[in-house]
């Protein structure tokens, strides 16, 4: 059974950085594809970002793309978030999730992180 814990989270004003951790306990091949989604309240759990361990793969929602940047450091088995130039419309419960499909669909995945909190105030 794989488990993912993420870390990192917490309040910032906009503008700010933050940036998430997602550690592992084990990898195998049902955890090549790394993901990062976020749900907002009130909203639908949506995609933010995938890669593989190797780096590749590197995908990106639209509202993040040039602020938010994956990362992977494989002697950790951790993959980071970093978030900068933060928006109050960032501001969502941050899942770490793992699979071995290339996709942005949440149901292609198949562990997850317990959710980390991002609060960014105007």
């Known amino acids: 059974q794989v488990q993912l814990v993420e870390s990192g989270g917490g309040l910032v004003q906009a503008g700010g950085s933050l940036r998430l951790a997602c550690t592992a306990s084990?990898?195998?091949?049902?955890?090549?594809?790394m993901a990062w989604f976020r749900q907002a309240p009130g909203k639908e759990r949506e995609f933010v970002a995938h890669?593989?361990?190797?780096?590749?793969?590197?995908n990106y929602a639209n509202s993040v793309k040039g602020r938010f940047t994956v990362s992977a450091d494989n002697a950790k088995n951790t993959i980071y978030l970093q978030m900068n130039s933060l928006k109050p419309e960032d501001t969502a419960v941050y899942f770490c999730?793992?699979?071995?499909?290339?996709?942005?669909?949440?149901?292609?995945?198949?562990?997850w992180g317990q959710g980390t909190q991002v609060t960014v105030s105007s």
């Open positions: 084990t990898r195998t091949w049902r955890t090549t594809l």
């Open positions: 999730a793992a699979g071995s499909t290339l996709s942005i669909e949440e149901d292609r995945y198949s562990y």
């Open positions: 890669m593989t361990w190797s780096g590749d793969n590197t």
